[in-house]
């Protein structure tokens, strides 16, 4: 090897990056072997070195989970209080409202499935909020947006009907929009948007405890806005539905 050729080889060893990428390594190696040849190429330089190694940066990898949005919608576990029976006056069906809505729940198994929930969302009735404890061990947050659609009692004095009657005369007056159901049903749709609008602002693997009315509207209105889920009629007491969108696929 010429003194000339060594004084090269022993430049490129000094100045060019130990950290060189594969490709700047082999061209550094290819240019070392050259040394020894009689004449050594003069077409390889330093800089040409470098925008080798530089010339496939690399890739930037974009991570789609970011996007992803999973929640669970939970029934709360059976009440206690049983469902009304016989024939009652619109007073009766009221007072039977209010014990149910404070009555113990009935406790079990509970189908949660093999998914991470980072936090909790709850109605905050008595029969969620016992659920939300039962199904997630941190902190627990509670919104009256969660909670099941009310009805206003009808103003029929002492008229007794089957309870079976009032629950069709309850449904038929609520769709229809009849003056006596109208601000329950304008109030409880109002809810169901808000609590769909709540959901979308929470992280993913939000677990939201609820009750069968509202997780149907609920339901539905998540499917409306991009997410994959079961429909729901009646959800199960203690059962999970789990609703998923990945943005990064709009």
């Given at each position: 090897?010429?003194?000339?050729?060594?004084?090269?080889?022993?430049?490129?060893?000094?100045?060019?990056?130990?950290?060189?990428?594969?490709?700047?390594?082999?061209?550094?190696?290819?240019?070392?072997?050259?040394?020894?040849?009689?004449?050594?190429?003069?077409?390889?330089?330093?800089?040409?070195s470098i925008s080798i190694a530089l010339s496939s940066p690399p890739r930037l990898q974009f991570?789609?989970?970011?996007?992803?949005?999973?929640?669970?919608?939970?029934?709360?576990?059976?009440?206690?209080?049983?469902?009304?029976?016989?024939?009652?006056?619109?007073?009766?069906?009221?007072?039977?409202?209010?014990?149910?809505?404070?009555?113990?729940?009935?406790?079990?198994?509970?189908?949660?499935?093999?998914?991470?929930?980072?936090?909790?969302?709850?109605?905050?009735?008595?029969?969620?909020?016992?659920?939300?404890?039962?199904?997630?061990?941190?902190?627990?947050?509670?919104?009256?947006?969660?909670?099941?659609?009310?009805?206003?009692?009808?103003?029929?004095?002492?008229?007794?009907?089957?309870?079976?009657?009032?629950?069709?005369?309850?449904?038929?007056?609520?769709?229809?929009?009849?003056?006596?159901?109208?601000?329950?049903?304008?109030?409880?749709?109002?809810?169901?948007?808000?609590?769909?609008?709540?959901?979308?602002?929470?992280?993913?693997?939000?677990?939201?405890?609820?009750?069968?009315?509202?997780?149907?509207?609920?339901?539905?209105?998540?499917?409306?806005?991009?997410?994959?889920?079961?429909?729901?009629?009646?959800?199960?007491?203690?059962?999970?539905?789990?609703?998923?969108?990945?943005?990064?696929?709009?």
């Amino acid at each position: 090897m010429s003194t000339s050729a060594g004084i090269k080889c022993a430049l490129v060893d000094r100045l060019v990056p130990k950290a060189m990428t594969s490709v700047g390594r082999r061209s550094r190696v290819s240019f070392r072997s050259r040394c020894g040849e009689r004449d050594p190429p003069t077409h390889l330089s330093l800089h040409t070195s470098i925008s080798i190694a530089l010339s496939s940066p690399p890739r930037l990898q974009f991570d789609d989970t970011l996007l992803h949005m999973r929640l669970g919608l939970l029934r709360h576990f059976p009440v206690k209080y049983g469902l009304p029976r016989g024939w009652m006056t619109a007073a009766e069906l009221s007072h039977w409202r209010d014990q149910y809505d404070t009555s113990e729940v009935t406790p079990q198994p509970l189908e949660l499935g093999a998914y991470i929930w980072r936090e909790c969302l709850s109605s905050d009735l008595h029969r969620a909020v016992a659920t939300a404890q039962a199904a997630f061990a941190g902190p627990i947050e509670t919104t009256s947006l969660l909670r099941e659609a009310e009805f206003a009692q009808f103003q029929t004095g002492n008229l007794r009907l089957p309870v079976g009657l009032w629950g069709w005369i309850l449904r038929a007056a609520w769709w229809s929009g009849h003056g006596s159901q109208r601000a329950c049903r304008d109030a409880f749709l109002r809810r169901v948007t808000a609590a769909a609008d709540l959901l979308e602002s929470r992280m993913d693997g939000t677990l939201v405890v609820s009750h069968g009315g509202m997780m149907a509207f609920l339901s539905a209105e998540l499917r409306r806005r991009g997410f994959t889920g079961p429909k729901l009629r009646l959800a199960k007491h203690a059962m999970l539905y789990v609703y998923e969108r990945n943005d990064a696929e709009a």
